[in-house]
């Protein structure tokens, strides 16, 4: 083999190692810490059945673009008589997080009767264009109207 191949193949085998390495300074691993206050109005918001840890703040952790965070808790209607649920976010911090998250339960619109248990779902799904959080957190609010 020529010696001028041999110098061609190490300059081919040293770009294709270069630009290997600058592509993979390019990949950005993006993750963001979250909390989200939560609080019944008229009712009482449980991580138990039988209703006896009540809970006021939902930990999301790490969250990274296109991913999704689901927690099942436990609702009792306190009060004396059949309600109707709803829940609503808000004070997202920072206030732009709320573009780019959506938060979801399984419940809204649900009547619930005095002194009835039941389990739900809540979710936060992160879009797959997120950026710029590095942190967030929210206040969720469920109520109950009846």
Not at 31 to 58: A, E, F, R
Not at 106 to 129: A, C, K, Y
Request: proline share 3%; net charge neutral; charged share 10%.
């Amino acid at each position: 083999m020529k010696k001028s191949h041999v110098i061609a193949i190490y300059v081919l085998v040293a770009s294709v190692l270069l630009v290997v390495s600058v592509l993979a300074l390019l990949v950005i691993q993006w993750t963001m810490q979250g909390t989200g206050s939560i609080k019944g109005v008229g009712l009482g918001v449980y991580w138990d059945p039988q209703c006896t840890n009540s809970t006021t703040l939902l930990k999301f952790g790490r969250l990274e673009p296109g991913s999704s965070k689901s927690f099942s808790l436990y609702l009792r209607n306190e009060g004396n008589s059949a309600i109707t649920l709803n829940m609503t976010t808000e004070n997202w911090n920072p206030t732009n997080a709320k573009d780019y998250m959506t938060f979801t339960w399984n419940r809204e619109g649900q009547q619930v009767s005095p002194n009835e248990v039941i389990i739900f779902t809540i979710m936060l799904s992160v879009s797959s264009d997120a950026q710029g959080i590095s942190s967030f957190s929210l206040d969720i609010t469920i109520s109950g109207t009846g």
